[in-house]
């Protein structure tokens, strides 16, 4: 099936693109979340909208790219949430959680959509996560959890 993503998603393609993916896929995932819409003759405008908010939203250059990596790896982050006595969290930090830390903290304003967990935070103490700023550029961020 032919859709155009409204959104960034990993391993398929930024906002604006068209891109074919299983039936499936695109019925069950990406459509009714709304990260994509189906490809129609009429649909090839909305590309051109797409893609021009994405231009004013992205970061432009590698250079500006390495000026907020730098900025992000000086933040400490520190993320208050609600545990349990052992130290599990009750639920997990989403990406939300994360990028209003960072901002909280003195960081660069992040898109939550840039923030890749590995696997969810649902303990206390410090993890580690990854912030795409652009294809070539990604940034390490310590995140130390501690209980509210």
Partial sequence: MKIILTHEVSGLGAAGDVVDVKDGYA???LIPRK??????KGGEKDVEQIRRARKIHEIQTIEQANQV???LEGVKVRLAVRSGDAGRLFGSV???DIASAI?????PEVDKRRIELTAP???LGAHETSVRLHPEVAAKVNIEVIAA
């Fill in 27 to 29: 019925r069950n995932y």
């Fill in 35 to 40: 990260f994509a819409i189906r490809w129609t």
């Fill in 69 to 71: 990596k730098a900025q």
């Fill in 94 to 96: 989403t990406p939300a």
């Fill in 103 to 107: 901002k909280a903290s003195g960081g």
């Fill in 121 to 123: 935070i649902k303990t």
